[in-house]
């Protein structure tokens, strides 16, 4: 017979998702979102993909082929590119 530890605590503890979460305004969505993204989408492959096929971030078609290599949308690796484009821009001011 296996025995199964159920903690019914722990539900009160998960943090759910709610209107205010799509609104990307909770530092905690935000950087669970960043987590995510650098998790599907590591910066040293997208950046290595890119530069040896550059893409325009508002054409459809490679961006669809790129977004299916991560298994991922086009929204979530657009979103992707232009926080790794922020990032470049702001270490070249530094």
């Known amino acids: 017979m296996l025995a199964v530890h159920v903690d019914r605590r722990f539900a009160e503890s998960v943090l759910k998702r709610d209107a205010g979460s799509a609104t990307d305004t909770e530092w905690l969505e935000i950087e669970a979102n960043r987590f995510a ?11 290595e993909l890119l530069t040896a096929s550059p893409i325009d971030i508002d054409d459809e078609g490679p961006l669809e082929d790129l977004s299916k ?26």
């Open 69 to 94: 290599k991560f298994n991922v949308s086009k929204a979530t690796l657009q979103f992707r590119i232009r926080n790794l484009l922020g990032e470049l821009a702001t270490k070249r001011r530094a």
């Open 37 to 47: 993204a650098a998790l599907l989408m590591p910066k040293h492959i997208l950046v």
